[in-house]
Structures are given as C-alpha cells and as structure tokens.
C-alpha cells in the first residue's frame, strides 16, 4: 500500500521515531464506520450515531483519567474540543468489542487521529491493549515526549504507573 505523505508528515514522524513506511496516517477513509458525535462520555469514550443506532465509542491504544483520578475534567474538556458534534470516522484494529460491548476504534475527525492528538496534548497516554498495536509504536514514542514536554496532564504524575500495558 503507498502512503501520499507530506513532507511534514514524514518528518514529524521520522522524529516522533517512527517509520513513516509502517506506522504513517493513510490520510484516507479506509474502511469502517462514519457517525456524529452525540455525547462525549469522558477523554477516551464516546457515543456516535452510526445509521440511527447509537453506539458507544471507546479510543483504541490510548487511556485517559478516570472521573475520580486527577486531571479527568481536563481530558474531557480536551476530548470534547475536538470531537462534540462533529461527524467522525472510526477505524477498528483487530478487536471490535471490549467486555463492556463498546466498539473498540481509531476516531477522526478530517484527517485528525484524535487518539493521537490526546497523547500529543498530553491528556491520554499510550497503552497496549493487545492484539490491538497498530499505532502503539507511534503512541509511546509521541507519550514521552508530551512528558518530557510537561503538557497537559502529565505534570500531575496521573500516568507514572511504571505500564503501558492493559
């Protein structure tokens, strides 16, 4: 599969330590489900209406504060910046469903990987929910440096369990 890549694109990903032939953006709609945005949940979970069905939305590979954790409000703030209201795209990895029956998914908005742009913030961290890793590489590289950086919620220590595992 060929990937059309700017050039910025490249290089960001060349310096977020990825190689832009494995983990790049397709930037193209390869599949999977379209919706709007109905109610943002919290910072990794939405609820999307997908042909008049309702359905709820949890972020693959990324984790956010959980409503009594440090710094939740802000993730969903965040969260909610980007996505309230707006038609989005989901892309699935292996896993369709977690044992909460939630769609498991990647989400854009345009050509924002909004799982992405929460770890770029700083409001969500890079976890490996297994088999689903596509992005996992990317995540992790781009997570250290939002900490290095101090952004968004990672001043307040809420993602310093010493895993990125689930």
Known sequence: ???????????????AGCDPLVDAPSGQFTGGETGRVTRVIDGDTIDVNINGTVERIRYVGVNTPERDEPCYSEASAANASMVEGQTVRLERDQTNRDRFDRLLRYVYVGDTLVNRELIVQGYGEAVLYQPDNRHFTEFSNLERQSANASRGCHPTGIFDDGTDTR
């Open 1 to 15: 599969m060929l990937f059309r890549l700017s050039l910025l694109t490249v290089i960001g990903l060349i310096f």
